[in-house]
């Protein structure tokens, strides 16, 4: 009976000692996942900061506490595109997607592929990130699908994309930039004026439209165009650079004329 009651002794220990031991792992983990994530933090916020060392720095440390967290490795991939090293990007956002990233980093793979010229696997890609409605930025997936679209010589689907993108996003006037871009690239310039001016009216202050009707116009003989919306940005932009930089196109639309 003695030896009975005394393997049982032992036998609760050693399981006492296991739980102890397993609780211990847990606390480890918990505390690993903690400064993962700390470090993961800190470098996003140094690449909205600009400090693209700083947020190699952090993530790497968050990477080799956790490695292979997607979030991560697509936050590595986009510091790579920041950096301009493509192929390390791409390198980094591949492992992600192998390690189950979300559509947030089908999203940002498919538009490195749009500047890599790789069109068709770029909307491959970005089909998939549509698959997950949840997913906030779709209008982006539709903004990159245009530009792949383009890239691929179809005006029609590119249009169609950029369109969607600007109803899921009605305030935002990016995708009509990209439209009248595109407009241009198909030779549609009278569309591409249309559509630059449609946004100036809405936007006077809209320095990206300015460009693109300016870099239009030079030169067709519509001086009277330009200076009207040249002088209407002067007037709505409380930016004293911008100010300056149309200030110059205006005098230079005057040596010209």
């Given at each position: 009976?003695?030896?009975?009651?005394?393997k049982?002794?032992?036998l609760?220990f050693?399981?006492?000692?296991?739980?102890?031991?397993?609780?211990s792992?847990?606390?480890?983990?918990?505390?690993?996942d903690?400064?993962?994530?700390?470090?993961?933090?800190?470098?996003?916020?140094?690449?909205?900061k600009g400090?693209?060392?700083?947020?190699?720095?952090?993530?790497?440390?968050?990477?080799?506490?956790?490695p292979?967290?997607?979030?991560?490795?697509?936050?590595?991939?986009?510091?790579w595109?920041?950096?301009?090293?493509?192929k390390?990007?791409?390198?980094?956002?591949?492992?992600?997607?192998?390690?189950?990233?979300?559509?947030?980093?089908?999203?940002?793979?498919?538009?490195?592929?749009?500047?890599?010229?790789?069109y068709?696997?770029?909307?491959?890609n970005?089909?998939?990130?549509?698959?997950?409605?949840?997913?906030?930025?779709?209008?982006?997936?539709?903004?990159?699908?245009?530009?792949?679209?383009?890239?691929?010589?179809?005006?029609?689907?590119?249009?169609?994309?950029?369109r969607q993108?600007?109803i899921?996003?009605?305030?935002?006037?990016?995708?009509?930039?990209?439209?009248?871009a595109?407009?241009?690239?198909?030779?549609?310039?009278?569309y591409?004026?249309?559509?630059?001016?449609?946004?100036?009216?809405?936007?006077p202050?809209?320095?990206?439209a300015?460009?693109?009707?300016?870099?239009?116009?030079?030169?067709?003989?519509q001086?009277?165009?330009?200076?009207?919306?040249?002088?209407?940005?002067?007037?709505?932009?409380?930016?004293?650079?911008q100010?300056?930089?149309?200030?110059?196109e205006?005098?230079?639309?005057s040596?010209?004329?």
């Open positions: 009976m003695k030896t009975i009651a005394l049982l002794i032992v609760t050693i399981l006492s000692l296991a739980s102890c031991q397993t609780a792992e847990k606390r480890l983990d918990d505390n690993a903690k400064r993962a994530k700390l470090h993961y933090q800190l470098g996003l916020d140094a690449i909205h400090l693209v060392p700083k947020a190699f720095e952090e993530l790497y440390i968050s990477d080799k506490i956790r292979d967290q997607p979030d991560t490795l697509d936050a590595i991939a986009y510091a595109r920041l950096r301009g090293d493509d390390e990007a791409e390198k980094f956002y591949k492992k992600a997607i192998r390690n189950d990233a979300g559509p947030a980093t089908y999203n940002n793979y498919g538009s490195l592929l749009v500047d890599l010229g790789k068709q696997k770029a909307l491959d970005l089909t998939i990130a549509l698959e997950d409605p949840r997913y906030r930025n779709q209008s982006l997936i539709f903004m990159n699908m245009g530009d792949a679209y383009v890239g691929l010589k179809d005006l029609e689907k590119a249009v169609e994309s950029y993108a600007r899921l996003s009605p305030n935002w006037t990016q995708p009509q930039i990209k439209e009248a595109a407009y241009i690239t198909f030779n549609r310039p009278n591409a004026q249309a559509l630059y001016e449609t946004i100036l009216r809405r936007e202050a809209n320095q990206e300015l460009q693109g009707l300016i870099a239009l116009l030079k030169g067709a003989e001086d009277m165009v330009l200076q009207k919306y040249i002088q209407a940005f002067i007037d709505a932009t409380p930016d004293k650079l100010q300056a930089w149309a200030k110059d205006l005098a230079l639309l040596q010209g004329s």
